[in-house]
């Protein structure tokens, strides 16, 4: 297999094998590579091992351009990039490599959105986990975190009903829509009556919403 490569914009190098393109890398890797000045390789071995190398480069570049954007998980990081086109393991491969410079950081992902998740959604402890589950965190990592949170059930739902759902509380039909809301966002009917009680709200009609 013939290796070639053509310079492309900000600082970009295209290899090609055998005329086709193969992979787009860095010009401070491609450089530095033990690849650069290499012409042929005709070794399977070799070959493979050239594949993995550069096709793991380049999907590091590939997540580090998504989390420019925005903190991801390992899990997250490596799915987006296999959607991306990626083969899974120079995805792992990469992600590996950014975890080991710090860019990504699990717990400190999980610890970030936690918190906005309970802060800007207004989201149980359980409907916290839920989501940390789905964004590829680690239950040990998910349930330590949700656990090391300051948070009371009752006192968050009270302050939810006062500021999100005041305006539910003049009608049976919007009391019934804010408690449904509250259920999704994770909180059990058990606390949210407490709650309705403690701001002296009847809930003997909406038990069954």
Same mark, same amino acid.
């Given at each position: 297999?013939?290796?070639?490569?053509?310079?492309?914009?900000?600082?970009?190098?295209?290899?090609?094998?055998?005329?086709?393109?193969?992979?787009?890398? %860095?010009?401070?890797?491609?450089?530095?590579?033990?690849?650069? $000045?290499?012409?042929?390789?005709?070794?399977?071995?070799?070959?493979?091992?050239?594949?993995?190398?550069? $096709?793991?480069?380049?999907?590091?570049?590939?997540?580090?351009?998504?989390?420019?954007?925005?903190?991801?998980?390992?899990?997250?990081?490596?799915?987006?990039?296999?959607?991306?086109?990626?083969?899974?393991?120079?995805?792992?491969?990469?992600?590996?490599?950014?975890?080991?410079?710090?860019?990504?950081? %699990?717990?400190?992902?999980?610890?970030?959105?936690?918190?906005?998740?309970?802060?800007?959604? $207004?989201?149980?402890?359980?409907?916290?986990? #839920?989501?940390?589950?789905?964004?590829?965190?680690?239950?040990?990592?998910?349930?330590?975190?949700?656990?090391?949170?300051?948070?009371?059930?009752?006192?968050?739902?009270?302050?939810?009903?006062? #500021?999100?759902?005041?305006?539910?509380?003049? %009608?049976?039909?919007?009391?019934?829509?804010?408690?449904?809301?509250?259920?999704?966002?994770?909180?059990?009917?058990?606390?949210?009556?407490?709650?309705?009680?403690?701001?002296?709200?009847? #809930?003997? %009609?909406?038990?069954?919403?």
């Amino acid at each position: 297999m013939r290796i070639s490569i053509n310079r492309g914009k900000q600082n970009k190098i295209h290899i090609l094998c055998d005329d086709e393109y193969l992979f787009t890398v %860095d010009a401070e890797y491609w450089y530095s590579s033990p690849y650069y $000045g290499v012409e042929n390789i005709e070794n399977e071995e070799e070959l493979a091992a050239f594949f993995e190398a550069v $096709g793991s480069r380049c999907a590091f570049i590939a997540g580090l351009r998504l989390l420019s954007y925005r903190d991801h998980s390992e899990k997250e990081l490596v799915n987006k990039l296999v959607q991306k086109g990626h083969k899974r393991e120079y995805a792992e491969n990469a992600c590996e490599s950014l975890k080991s410079y710090g860019y990504i950081n %699990d717990e400190r992902f999980a610890q970030s959105l936690a918190e906005s998740l309970i802060e800007r959604r $207004g989201m149980s402890l359980q409907g916290v986990k #839920t989501e940390l589950y789905h964004k590829g965190i680690s239950r040990e990592i998910a349930d330590n975190i949700v656990e090391s949170l300051d948070f009371n059930s009752v006192l968050r739902i009270i302050d939810l009903i006062n #500021t999100k759902f005041s305006r539910c509380l003049s %009608d049976e039909k919007g009391m019934k829509r804010m408690i449904s809301s509250l259920q999704r966002l994770g909180y059990k009917w058990s606390d949210i009556n407490s709650a309705l009680r403690q701001i002296e709200i009847e #809930t003997e %009609d909406f038990g069954d919403v």
